[in-house]
């Protein structure tokens, strides 16, 4: 079984059961967007160059969510009375995109603050119209495509950057469980919560050589794909950590509440790297101390992916530690290193057998000078065998001569 961190098929089933409500959107497009979510779910009417099948819970929310405010958008600012109008709206709709992209747009869904990733919003919209092109033409209606013209691009994504002795610091005054997940995170750069908190015993296999595990993410807890990665920087405290639990084979390593954990990370990193920004938060009327833009458990896979960019000879092999297809985040981490337009793979490290392979290369040095040893005693040893031979030779041509 697959753990969902996040709830996602809880929510999306429970709003269904609910009776499917959209607040605030009117009937026409709110039937539309119902419409379109229940082809999601089965896979119907999907792009042809996408992946085929039904959507996953978290991509039907995401997809609901993002659509609900784009139409609450729509109404309020260009008088919409249905999705399905967009289709006299083309020029309207471009210069509402691009108030949304320089803030001038709030939205009252979240708290009357400016939309962030709105490149996102956009790549749901052209998702949501495209839908909708296929299943008018269905009916024999051909939709234009008033999606053309925008951008889904965003800026690139900021997040808090932190080395491997500032992991350390901040483990120094951690608690016990904390730093064995903190040292985790960042030697694994796993996704967290989703792959993280789908660890198993099991998934861990000892490599009595090297001294290190091997952790197995599988296949069906993985965004992308299932990988087998060496952890040369946590087995340590890791392995003392599972002999003080005692987990069963099948027991989760990791089971604390992500949002805690964020909450716990966000005020540690404040207090040893000074990352985030103090604030107070108002619920029910109470105030709370709290840190916003602080670091989380996404910023150590973000970290760690600097950290092993510069160890590992090649990219794909750094793309297969991190569950990556595409290159695209390589080039974000190069850039954020100051390595534009000057990294070359030849720059890149070695892998992650980097630290096995120094013992190795010492050990093997080690028995190079061993031999070298040998050989000259050897040497020494064959000359003396030679020298008394030349002797012995010189004493029977003597012995020789003597008797004629």
Not at 27 to 40: G, K
Request: proline share 3%.
């Amino acid at each position: 079984m697959k753990l969902d961190p996040h709830q996602h098929e809880a929510m999306y089933k429970g709003w269904r059961n609910r009776g499917s409500q959209i607040k605030g959107v009117n009937q026409p497009s709110c039937d539309l967007i119902i419409h379109f979510l229940e082809d999601m779910e089965i896979g119907a009417n999907v792009s042809p160059v996408s992946k085929k099948g039904p959507r996953g819970y978290g991509r039907l929310r995401n997809l609901k969510s993002k659509m609900h405010t784009l139409t609450i958008i729509f109404q309020e600012e260009i008088g919409l009375q249905s999705l399905a109008n967009l289709v006299s709206k083309e020029k309207e709709l471009l210069v509402l995109i691009n108030r949304m992209r320089r803030g001038e747009i709030c939205s009252e869904r979240y708290y009357h603050q400016p939309l962030k990733a709105v490149g996102n919003y956009v790549q749901i919209l052209k998702t949501f119209w495209h839908w909708y092109q296929r299943i008018k033409k269905k009916e024999g209606i051909e939709i234009p495509d008033i999606t053309s013209d925008l951008d889904c691009k965003d800026a690139k994504p900021k997040f808090n950057y932190f080395t491997i002795d500032q992991v350390k610091k901040m483990c120094d005054v951690s608690a016990y469980d904390y730093r064995v997940l903190m040292m985790f995170l960042f030697d694994s750069g796993i996704r967290a919560p989703t792959e993280l908190m789908n660890v198993r015993v099991s998934d861990l296999e000892w490599d009595s050589k090297g001294n290190y595990y091997i952790l197995t993410i599988r296949e069906e807890t993985s965004k992308t794909f299932g990988r087998k990665i060496r952890l040369l920087l946590c087995s340590e405290i890791l392995k003392g950590y599972l002999n003080k639990l005692q987990l069963k084979d099948h027991e989760y390593i990791f089971t604390k509440n992500p949002q805690r954990v964020n909450q716990y990370l966000k005020k540690l990193g404040f207090e040893i790297m000074g990352l985030g920004t103090p604030a107070v938060k108002v619920y029910n009327n109470k105030k709370t101390q709290t840190i916003t833009n602080g670091i989380s458990v996404y910023d150590f896979r973000h970290s760690s992916a600097c950290y092993w960019l510069l160890r590992y000879k090649s990219e794909s092999a750094l793309k297969y530690r991190f569950g990556w297809k595409k290159s695209d985040m390589i080039f974000y981490y190069t850039e954020l290193l100051g390595m534009k337009d000057t990294i070359q793979e030849e720059d890149l490290y070695i892998d992650t057998s980097k630290p096995l392979l120094e013992k190795q290369l010492q050990t093997k040095c080690n028995e190079i000078d061993l031999l070298q040893e040998q050989l000259k005693s050897q040497d020494k040893h064959l000359r003396e065998i030679m020298d008394i031979v030349k002797a012995l030779q010189l004493e029977r041509v003597i012995e020789s001569k003597k008797s004629l």
